[in-house]
């Protein structure tokens, strides 16, 4: 959600900043704003409702600097406004925050009670008037900060400029992402390590609760006492990735379009020389799927979709029980779970606040944790006991494509891994079905990409709509809630997924001349019902669209638009339908005028409640 950004050092701080948080606008915002430091202990501010693109305008007008704070902001507490933007600032000090103080009035009350004055609505003043109070009294900045912090209660990530102190950023995190990078004679702060990207590689992930000083040489860990000892960053290799449209129109685009390698690399990564799924290279052994006897995953948004598309290979393959928890519901509830049970907290970013508390209930609770995430690095890669890293390099897109599917050939990969090991699944099927994850779906997703023009008026059809509908049987039921997903978060026509079987209690009233219905039908097991299912809507005047497997039989007769998809295995070819659907959605939102990379209201990374 709020992304920041810091930097000290040689170059231009108004560029760095600039720059910075264009890198970081996937993670949504609504306003922004710099704060540089000036000779004499002057910190000066301008901030701007809307794009970066705005405030980089506004900030042509100010002397630059070597040293300064950005931000990006989500509205929480108060309206997105310039005087609710960050930076935020007190007597002595001026910070950026991501997070959200829970007992913000309280700390407000008593700030009002001592004479301080607020300009803004939001929970980020209250912590600067609080660290500026604690430094009034305490005379030393990293004593000021510990105090603070134990005074709130919430998530936070600071990056404060004490204005007495020149060209240092001093900085600490409590469940909300912060990533320090060292460069040549400079050094940043960051939410997230693409902003930094394009400077160095060299970087690391400071512990929850520890201060920082950031100065041009370095970065150091300062103790309560003031003792400070120097770090040294990690390098980052390349793997991690570039930022950039690569001469697509779009971020999403070019992220649907990168899906096919993706998942050979997701997938090939993890085939061993028999042809079977290995995870021995991430440190994970054998016996952590032979221990479990349940397996419950954890997961927000799209991720939840994939994760009930692994609860249906692995309950299938493996014979093993599976239960999906959203994770901002699992996180509130006793967990039923005994004493051989694998939890499986997935998150892209790796960051998705209520997959974090998720993951730590869990562990609280000993249970042993596998967490799938795409972010190297991340809270969550590093609280779980083990991790699979998805391997799709960085996604911008709020909407989230290859995310998504490299999860899904995750899950793939981790049932036919069970399946074989336990003896429900036979050997020679495993390395079918591991080599079709491997190989054939990738050509299947390219097969599906050159078809664009016919995807496209797909879209024309939907251009128009308020509403539309998608079913499906089978692992196909799971998968049409994420082509729901990815049409109405970025084209904004209202959609829902239901299972097939389920249009006769109450979807069908819905049903009306004109209405889309799409349907998914990948698997040969179903085929017949879901014909039927087809029937009933073009009964009452809807418009169907099928996708389906060259062996759906009288698919031209059944379906008013039909779209055959390349053959897959029946276990797997859901996963193409998905990739389809996300290319009609793009088109969808462009023929209606949608900013695809950046829908309203939504944020990449949720990393508040």
């Not at 085939?271 to 290995?278: H, N, Q, R, S, V």
Request: aromatic share 6%; net charge negative.
């Amino acid at each position: 959600m709020c992304g920041i950004i810091g930097y000290t050092g040689a170059k231009s701080a108004k560029n760095v900043l600039l720059h910075g948080l264009s890198a970081l606008e996937y993670r949504g915002y609504d306003s922004a704003g710099i704060a540089l430091t000036e000779p004499g202990g002057e910190v000066r501010c301008v901030k701007s409702t809307g794009r970066v693109a705005a405030l980089a305008e506004k900030a042509g007008t100010i002397p630059d600097s070597s040293c300064g704070i950005g931000h990006t902001r989500w509205a929480t507490h108060g309206a997105p406004t310039e005087s609710n933007a960050h930076p935020h600032a007190s007597h002595t000090l001026t910070l950026v925050h991501n997070g959200i103080l829970d007992n913000f009035a309280q700390i407000k009350r008593q700030l009002l009670d001592e004479g301080y004055t607020f300009a803004s609505e939001t929970d980020t003043e209250c912590i600067a008037h609080l660290i500026d109070r604690e430094y009034r009294r305490l005379g030393k900045p990293e004593a000021a900060i510990y105090e603070a912090c134990e005074q709130m209660r919430g998530s936070y990530a600071l990056a404060i400029l004490f204005h007495d102190i020149p060209d240092v950023i001093y900085a600490v995190r409590h469940d909300s992402p912060l990533v320090l990078a060292v460069g040549d004679g400079e050094c940043f702060i960051a939410s997230d390590a693409p902003a930094v990207l394009d400077y160095t590689r060299s970087m690391l992930r400071p512990p929850q609760g520890q201060v920082c000083r950031i100065e041009h040489g370095g970065i150091y860990y300062i103790d309560r006492g003031g003792n400070a000892e120097r770090r040294q960053p990690e390098t980052f290799s390349a793997s991690i990735g570039t930022v950039g449209t690569d001469g697509y129109d779009s971020y999403m685009e070019k992220e649907i379009n990168e899906q096919p390698n993706a998942i050979r690399r997701c997938a090939g990564a993890r085939l061993g020389a028999d042809g079977l799924p290995d995870f021995s290279a991430d440190g994970i052994p054998d016996t952590v799927w032979c221990e479990p006897d349940g397996i419950e995953i954890v997961a927000c948004g799209s991720a939840t979709h994939a994760a009930l598309l692994g609860r249906f290979w692995i309950e299938e393959l493996a014979g093993i029980p599976v239960t999906v928890n959203t994770a901002s519901e699992y996180r509130y509830r006793p967990p039923a779970m005994n004493g051989h049970t694998l939890v499986i907290p997935i998150s892209q970013s790796g960051e998705t606040a209520d997959t974090l508390a998720a993951l730590r209930l869990a562990k609280k609770n000993g249970k042993r944790t596998l967490a799938i995430v795409n972010a190297v690095g991340s809270t969550a890669a590093v609280e779980a006991d083990y991790v699979l890293y998805q391997c799709a390099g960085p996604e911008i897109a709020v909407a989230t494509t290859k995310g998504y599917t490299t999860q899904a050939v995750l899950l793939a990969m981790t049932a036919i891994k069970l399946g074989v090991l336990r003896g429900r699944l036979g050997t020679e099927r495993g390395r079918a079905l591991a080599s079709a994850l491997v190989s054939d779906l990738p050509h299947a997703i390219e097969s599906i990409l050159s078809r664009d023009s016919e995807l496209s008026e797909i879209a024309r059809l939907l251009r128009d709509q308020s509403d539309a509908y998608f079913i499906g049987r089978g692992p196909d039921f799971p998968a049409c809630t994420e082509c729901s997903l990815k049409l109405k978060e970025i084209s904004y026509i209202h959609s829902e997924a239901y299972a097939a079987g389920e249009l006769k209690h109450g979807t069908l009233s819905l049903i009306e001349r004109g209405t889309i219905l799409a349907a998914l039908a990948t698997d040969p097991l179903y085929h017949a019902k879901t014909a039927g299912n087809i029937a009933e809507v073009r009964a009452r005047g809807g418009y169907t669209v099928l996708f389906c497997t060259p062996d759906f039989e009288n698919a031209s007769d059944t379906a008013d638009t039909v779209f055959t998809l390349p053959p897959l295995p029946p276990e797997l070819a859901c996963i193409s339908a998905v990739t389809a659907v996300q290319l009609i959605a793009l088109r969808t939102a462009q023929l209606r005028g949608c900013d695809v990379d950046h829908p309203r209201n939504l944020a990449k990374s949720v990393t508040v409640e």
